[in-house]
């Protein structure tokens, strides 16, 4: 377990041993999204790769310290740094995203908003944001809260939806502000303060699948959507037959393979960035 205390010593236990502390803030998610997220997490090749591609991105550029995953939803994501050896942090405000955390056996939850936790300046090693940034409105106002608590030359790891132009029903659901692009997220990171090391893309081979199953039909269409998000998430999130997952997972793999090599994938569906305070 960390010694949450010497990062955050305003905060106290609350129910189940989750620390809290006494507000916290607004974030753009979905009521509901925690629980639909908790559903397709584990047996998720979505998931799974985007763990495969930070894993990749922690060994390549390692933290001096524990992790602390801010907005990390129901911690899939802490619980596989965890799981790799890294001493990581749940921060997560939503009650949902605490409660289904324990469930996966979290030893460290702060029921908080980064904001709101108490994190003296300069207190933290490392900060995951993984699909987070595109969901706050205030964006450099929150950099700046990040770029406060890192210490100096402590490491913030990013992932964020690529691509305006992949705007669909999907982005709306999950109540994004933005997507973004390797310039532009190097851009925002740069106003904040943060130096960023390395940046690339991944899932390349997504793209041409959410430009024809998500991004075209949101533009076609008129009214509602045919398929509730949730319908198609449990659809999208599994594919069917080894004749598409045998070829996504090497798909998959090569990128794992350059981003440990620290090598720029050019083309993708998501950002990935790791920057220095």
């Known amino acids: 377990m960390v010694d949450v205390l010497k990062y955050a010593p305003g905060l106290r236990r609350g129910d189940g041993g989750v620390w809290i502390s006494n507000s916290t803030e607004q974030i753009s ?9 908790y559903e397709l997490e584990d047996a998720s090749f979505w998931f799974q790769h985007r763990d495969a591609v930070l894993l990749a991105a922690l060994r390549t550029f390692p933290p001096s310290g524990p992790v602390f995953d801010v907005g990390g939803g129901n911690g899939y994501v802490t619980r596989t740094l965890l799981d790799a050896g890294y001493e990581a942090v749940l921060i997560e405000p939503g009650l949902d995203g605490v409660h289904n955390a324990r469930a996966r056996g979290l030893p460290d939850v702060i029921c908080s908003s980064l904001e709101s936790a ?27 809260t990040v770029r406060r608590t890192l210490q100096a030359g402590g490491r913030v790891y ?13 982005d709306i659901g999950a109540e994004h502000q933005r997507r973004y692009t390797l310039l532009s997220l190097r851009a925002t990171l740069e106003r904040a303060g943060l130096k960023v090391e390395y940046s690339s893309y991944f899932f390349s081979f997504l793209l041409l699948p959410i430009l024809t199953l998500r ?3 949101h533009r076609l269409r008129r009214g509602p959507p ?9 659809r999208e999130h599994h594919p069917p037959g080894k004749l598409v997952r045998v070829p996504l997972r090497v798909l998959a793999n090569l990128e794992s393979a350059a981003i440990r090599r620290r090598h720029q994938i050019p083309i993708g569906a998501s950002c990935l960035a790791v920057a220095r305070a």
């Open 29 to 37: 998610f979905p009521t509901t999204g925690h629980d639909g997220c």
């Open 118 to 144: 108490g994190f003296a300046t300069g207190a933290l090693p490392a900060i995951g944001l993984f699909d987070v940034l595109e969901h706050v409105r205030r964006e450099a106002a929150f950099l700046q």
């Open 158 to 170: 990013l992932t964020t939806p690529a691509h305006a132009w992949l705007w669909s029903d999907a």
């Open 215 to 217: 991004t075209l039909p």
């Open 226 to 234: 045919r398929r509730s998000l949730q319908q198609r998430a449990l």
